[in-house]
């Protein structure tokens, strides 16, 4: 009936700080640098996202939370981006003035119907990508949002991924995302996906003949991971399957002289 949450630094034994919580924790996080703990509670009541100065576990803000699934933050911690069951993606902005966090704002997802899951965002903050779970007259889909951060507008919707987008990453600036699908039962839609942020179509895709759970892209988004199971998530079945992508795209230089209009100056 309650989580006890520890924070170590690394080689040593004895906990930084230990703090106990009324509930059963469903999601763990915290950003690059450290400075920040998301904890997510969900059931029994107790339907909170905490985020904790991890320096020493002050609590900093409490926010409402209905997921299972992790939320994401951005590497200052000034941004965090959660979802819920209910199809409502949020985004949170640190606030200097109240020293908590407030609602950016929040954007609903293809109705009540569906589940926000995958939930990622570039360490710069720029950029936040949702993953969604449809439910369907005849079973599953799911859809990829992206979204600039000052913005509930997407920028574009991927559809059609089959089922759950469950994991979402992003590289530094939010130029690569990638998203990591259950796929649809039939193996007829790829699980993995690699998007410019500037172009709804893919750019590299897998089919894993089963379902992809998690995915995790490099910083500077050229080396991406992601595994799952060897049979689609809905079926019984054993085994996994685990891909290393590499995704630099490579590219080219731009040289020679530009002249400035109306002038001579180079």
Known sequence: DSTILYCFNVNQETPVWRKA????????????????VLLGEYGGGVNTLFALNATNGALISE????CQYPPAISDDGKFIVSGDFSGHAYLYEYNETSATYVERWNYTVNG???????????????????????????????????????????????????????????????SIIAAASWGDLEDVVPDLYLFRKQSSTPYYTVNS???????????????????????????????????NVNSDLGGGTLSGNVLRSGSSQL
């Not at 009324?22 to 400075?35: K, Q």
């Not at 379902?211 to 199971?229: P, R, W």
């Open 209 to 243: 003949g089963g379902s992809l759970f998690c995915v995790d892209l490099s910083s500077d988004g050229k080396l991406c991971v992601a595994g799952g199971k060897a049979v689609h998530a809905r079926e019984l079945g054993m085994g996994g399957n685990f891909y």
């Open 63 to 66: 926010i409402p939370y209905a």
């Open 112 to 174: 009540s119907s569906s589940w926000v899951c995958g939930m990622g965002i570039s360490a710069d903050g720029s950029t936040i990508a949702i993953g969604t779970m449809i439910f369907t007259s005849t079973g599953y889909d799911g859809d990829l949002y992206v979204f600039n951060n000052y913005s509930p507008t997407p920028l574009w919707i991927y559809s059609g991924m089959g089922d759950m987008v469950q994991s979402v990453d992003l590289s530094a600036d939010g």
């Open 21 to 36: 919580f009324a509930g059963s924790f469903s999601a763990l996080v915290i950003n690059r640098p450290g400075t920040h």
